[in-house]
């Protein structure tokens, strides 16, 4: 079982960027796919991005696209979202989650999540 914890979270100005990390240990994790969601207050939790295991493939929700990009670097057992021209309702807690099966963009298909980090955009 992997474990995954996020960081990089913070108070951004709308049109700001911002690159979140997520450090990966207990695992192999060149094995796994590695995702990023987020949940705003009173909101389902959303699909962010995607990144096959050599990170080769990448797929992107339609809100993000074109201003997100996830990357991994496997010798550092980290993946990465570099979030740019961020909006408020980018506004949430992001979440990385790791899966060895396959990438979806349902939350319930993703076996392992870290903890969170929260991303606020506001002047």
């Known amino acids: 079982q992997v474990r995954l914890e996020e960081s990089g979270g913070g108070l951004v100005q709308p049109g700001g960027s911002l690159r979140l990390s997520c450090a990966a240990s207990?695992?192999?994790?060149?094995?796994?796919?590695m995702s990023w969601f987020r949940q705003a207050p009173g909101k389902e939790r959303e699909f962010v991005c995607a990144?096959?295991?050599?990170?080769?493939?990448?797929w992107y929700g339609d809100s993000v696209k074109g201003r997100f990009t996830i990357s991994r670097d496997n010798s550092k057992n980290t993946a990465y979202l570099q979030m740019d021209n961020l909006e408020p309702e980018d506004t949430a807690v992001y979440y990385c989650?790791?899966?060895?099966?396959?990438?979806?963009?349902?939350?319930?298909?993703?076996?392992?999540w870290g903890q969170g980090t929260q991303v606020t955009i506001s002047s």
């Open positions: 990144i096959t295991w050599s990170g080769g493939n990448t």
């Open positions: 989650a790791a899966e060895a099966g396959g990438w979806s963009s349902s939350r319930y298909d993703w076996a392992n």
């Open positions: 207990g695992g192999t994790f060149s094995n796994y796919f």
